[in-house]
């Protein structure tokens, strides 16, 4: 109860005058119910006594209007528990979805996509039923529980402790088979987790699996996983099997107890038969709470298990987050950019190592190097994506840890070597993070980008929906899409990482004649393995294994017959054998 607490309690928190109405509604309901096995119990008495037309009319006017009360008291319990239950689930799944926004790559190494969705969804609602449902069932059945016990002891304790000797086998099984009904429902959400994990990777790989010949062998692998969740859950039914009979048996034994017991004190003249109709009222009353122990006991126990897989997620901390008291971004940045001593390490892999380099505002950079050299990180670095293990990333003379990350990214436009677009049109693509983007302004950017010809293809122009992951659209238009993205945003800084890799040399140097005047309006970081997309950089700065090996001008570099002077002959050298 008090991880419970620990975790809901704040969200509880927010509905407490709510809350209070609907126990409030609850307490009262169950003290009508309560009442009722009383008034059977004076009308049996009296029309014992003294049978009449009147005493009849009267003892049914009384049954009615209580349990009149009881039902509107039971709605408003319903109305109002179980819909602060959904207003809990809602805000829920607004903090989480809020806490996976700003958690860093190292999260989502740890965390596969299924496991995140199974629990955005699925113990999202075991946690809803708990809080709702078996929050207001457990305080029903047990105000009910202690009112029928207080009459009952009170109009007789020995005919109560005959009738209740069975209750104590009812929480040794409510004890055992809590807790094996808790651990085997948390294995069967982890199965559920590993289940949508696959589902997610397959379909999101299935090109691949199409390639390969291995839609066989997927079937195969997701049949056994599909398997040994059935066979979860059906060690799950059995355990429930044996748990509410067994209830039900104790419950019979509970009126054996009162035949037995009653009967023999009724026909000795020590009970009276309203007192024992009473009491067959309050046993009956007693079974439903008997019975839902069991529900709500194992509804709790999923929520258990369910909430502390969803505040794992809540307690992740992001490793990026903005410092207490963030330094004012300038509005809008120079551009001025400095590495000084950078080291990136990725457990005893060094990205980068000791790197200093200084980019003046409104200059061009271009990054070249081999496969692995530590250029992405870099460039990472700058919109804080990452933050550097040793030394300092400086923007505008101010150490990039002391921004707010999203500040400092509203002013900083990047392209990354894996496109993503969303599921809808162009236009709303391209304009991503761009509040109330002007039409015009989008199609010029997508000219820009070299996306021009394109558009008068495409069926709906830039209404064209691209489908998820833009499907539709081929790796270069993608690409185009994503710079035309960055464009729009009008940033301070232009980073592009391997931004032309999908376009052909002729489409390349269209956008580059058409990106010419944007990247001399601002810092500009070209990533490239295309030494034609680079050489009319301002400066080259070739990265060999997390170092700065040399950097320069394309003129000079080919002088000082270097790593990318080697780099360049190569790539003349392959475009020559390609064109015979």
């Not at 049954?63 to 009881?70: D, E, I, N, R």
């Not at 007192?275 to 529900?295: E, K, N, Q």
């Not at 693509?429 to 109330?436: R, Y």
Request: net charge positive; charged share 20%; aromatic share 8%.
């Amino acid at each position: 109860m008090r991880e419970i607490l620990r975790a809901a309690g704040p969200y509880l928190a927010r509905y407490r005058k709510g809350l209070a109405a609907g126990f409030g509604a609850l307490l009262l309901k169950d003290l009508c119910g309560a009442a009722i096995p009383l008034a059977i119990r004076l009308g049996v008495d009296g029309l014992t006594r003294h049978f009449s037309l009147r005493g009849v009319i009267g003892f049914a006017a009384a049954m009615l209007g209580l349990s009149a009360c009881k039902g509107l008291f039971q709605y408003w319990m319903r109305l109002i528990i179980v819909g602060i239950s959904r207003d809990i689930e809602f805000d829920l799944r607004n903090d989480l979805y809020r806490r996976l926004l700003r958690l860093d790559a190292s999260f989502y190494s740890r965390f596969r996509t299924g496991d995140v969705m199974a629990r955005a969804t699925n113990d999202l609602s075991a946690v809803r039923m708990m809080l709702g449902p078996g929050a207001m069932y457990w305080c029903e059945t047990s105000i009910t529980f202690l009112l029928s016990l207080g009459v009952m002891l009170a109009v007789d304790w020995r005919l109560t402790l005959i009738a209740l000797a069975p209750a104590p086998l009812v929480s040794l099984a409510v004890a055992y088979f809590g807790r094996r009904i808790h651990d085997r429902f948390e294995r069967i959400q982890q199965m559920f987790s590993d289940i949508s994990s696959r589902i997610q990777e397959s379909l999101a790989a299935v090109r691949v699996i199409r390639a390969y010949a291995q839609e066989d062998a997927e079937l195969r692998s997701f049949e056994a996983l599909n398997r040994d969740y059935i066979a979860s859950n059906l060690r799950l039914i059995r355990i429930s099997g044996v748990f509410m009979p067994l209830l039900q048996g104790l419950i019979g034994l509970t009126f054996l107890a009162l035949l037995w017991g009653g009967g023999y004190r009724l026909m000795q003249g020590k009970l009276t038969l309203g007192t024992f109709v009473m009491f067959s009222a309050y046993l009956t009353m007693l079974i439903w709470p008997m019975i839902a122990m069991g529900w709500v006991v194992n509804l709790v126990q999923r929520g258990r298990a369910s909430l502390r897989r969803i505040t794992e997620l809540l307690d992740e901390v992001p490793q990026i987050a903005a410092p207490s008291h963030p330094a004012p971004v300038p509005r809008p940045l120079t551009g001025e950019i400095e590495f000084r001593n950078v080291t990136v390490a990725f457990g005893d892999f060094k990205a980068l190592d000791g790197v200093t380099l200084r980019i003046h505002a409104g200059e061009t950079v271009a990054i070249v190097g081999r496969t692995g050299c530590g250029k992405t990180t870099l460039v990472r670095l700058i919109p804080r994506l990452l933050d550097p293990t040793g030394g300092t990333v400086m923007v505008d003379g101010v150490d990039a840890r002391r921004y707010d990350p999203a500040e400092l990214r509203r002013q900083i436009g990047v392209v990354p070597q894996e496109t993503f677009l969303f599921s809808a049109t162009l236009a709303e693509n391209i304009a991503l993070g761009v509040e109330e983007a002007e039409p015009g302004d989008i199609r010029r950017a997508a000219e820009i980008a070299g996306l021009g010809p394109d558009l008068e293809t495409f069926p709906e122009g830039l209404a064209t929906m691209v489908g998820e992951r833009g499907i539709t659209l081929s790796g270069g238009q993608k690409q185009r899409v994503a710079i035309a993205r960055a464009i729009l945003r009008d940033p301070a800084i232009l980073i592009l990482d391997d931004a032309l890799s999908n376009v052909d040399t002729v489409t390349e140097a269209s956008i580059l004649r058409g990106l010419t005047a944007v990247m001399r309006q601002r810092t500009t970081i070209l990533i490239s393995h295309r030494v034609s997309t680079v050489q009319n950089a301002d400066r080259i700065v070739v990265l060999e294994r997390g170092k700065i090996i040399e950097q320069g001008t394309h003129a000079t570099l080919l002088e000082s017959g270097g790593v990318y002077a080697d780099l360049y002959w190569k790539q003349r050298l392959e475009e020559e054998l390609e064109a015979i």
